[in-house]
């Protein structure tokens, strides 16, 4: 046996019954020979690291845009907050922490620059609509590689495109495997709490203003918080049998309320709102300049149809800096200069 037979073994012995192993996948888009040191989700972790859209989530908003100082969240730090949560639970309930991770790391490829500024304003200008889970699915399936896409397997794929579930219900047996429920789960977890700690250091809100009913549950500190809703969803789900993964009531209610309070003084506060316009007037200048010159988007002759869908990969697929870059270049007149 090889090594990855050799790890392959070791999964069917130690993991839950209930964890997808790695030798019982579904398979890919296109078959491909097995890789002799590492299993499909090792590979498919490491192809969602090494793409240039995981690069480029550095310099793309979680909720604050362009940050001065250093701490503040970006898309790239939010992905690793959700992968080393997801990686916990996973861990601790003997499920595939490797087909965990590779989901975690690559849910939120398809995110556009601005936050859910830019994903606003492209589900308005696409004749198809926005949402950043399908372009996620989307950039590994097509965009990465030159057009080629990473060739992921299928429940990689699946706890991507299943991931997102905006003000709707945390808990879901949407994703086909508990890995990726795992994700829904801890992704959520995630930014509860990171929004919550960048509005404090922004000064959005203030301690006072956080309801007492939540502290009391979840405690005062950054790390405590997660800690309970991590160790809720552990021990549920493990009492409720594995059936899904699983939160107390009690738990469930407090983050969902959590998260309402979240979006009525953080992401709807004024200050965030003013500049979220200012982004989507950036976001809808390109793309209709692009509309409007069709050359400088593709060489080639491309349908009403295809130019949508070109203009809305390429913006979607820059970084903040590179949109407000490329505005600059088009809009904003240079100094003439004389040599």
């Not at 889970?133 to 794929?157: A, C, H, I, M, P």
């Not at 508990?178 to 977890?189: F, K, P, S």
């Not at 200050?271 to 080639?300: G, T």
């Amino acid at each position: 046996m090889n090594l990855r037979e050799q790890y392959q073994e070791i999964e069917a012995k130690i993991l839950h019954p209930k964890a997808c192993l790695s030798s019982k996948t579904k398979g890919r888009l296109f078959q491909e020979p097995e890789d002799e040191i590492r299993t499909p989700f090792q590979r498919d972790r490491d192809r969602i690291i090494h793409s240039k859209a995981f690069r480029r989530l550095k310099h793309k908003t979680q909720v604050f845009f362009s940050p001065q100082g250093d701490h503040y969240r970006t898309r790239l730090t939010h992905v690793l907050e959700v992968s080393q949560i997801a990686r916990t639970i996973s861990r601790a309930l003997r499920l595939n922490e490797d087909l965990t991770e590779a989901i975690a790391l690559g849910h939120d490829l398809g995110h556009t620059p601005f936050g859910h500024a830019g994903e606003a304003i492209l589900r308005e200008l696409h004749p198809g609509g926005f949402e950043h889970y399908e372009q996620s699915l989307r950039v590994v399936d097509v965009l990465e590689k030159d057009g080629k896409g990473l060739n992921l397997t299928f429940e990689v794929r699946d706890g991507i495109v299943k991931h997102s579930k905006g003000r709707g219900k945390i808990l879901s047996d949407e994703p086909t495997t508990l890995e990726g429920q795992i994700v829904r789960v801890a992704d959520v977890i995630a930014y509860l709490n990171h929004d919550l700690d960048d509005a404090l250091r922004a000064g959005i809100i203030k301690v006072k203003d956080i309801p007492r009913e939540f502290l009391k549950i979840f405690g005062n500190r950054h790390s405590e918080r997660i800690d309970i809703m991590v160790r809720d969803v552990i021990f549920t789900t493990m009492k409720e049998g594995y059936k899904n993964i699983s939160m107390s009531p009690k738990i469930e209610e407090a983050m969902n309320n959590l998260r309402d309070f979240l979006y009525d003084r953080v992401y709807y506060n004024e200050l965030v709102l003013k500049e979220f316009q200012k982004a989507k007037r950036v976001l809808h200048a390109l793309y209709n300049y692009y509309l409007e010159n069709p050359k400088l988007i593709s060489s080639n002759e491309l349908s009403e149809k295809e130019l949508h869908r070109k203009i809305c990969d390429f913006i979607a697929g820059m970084t903040d800096r590179y949109a407000l870059y490329t505005f600059e270049k088009i809009f904003i007149p240079k100094s003439w200069m004389i040599a």
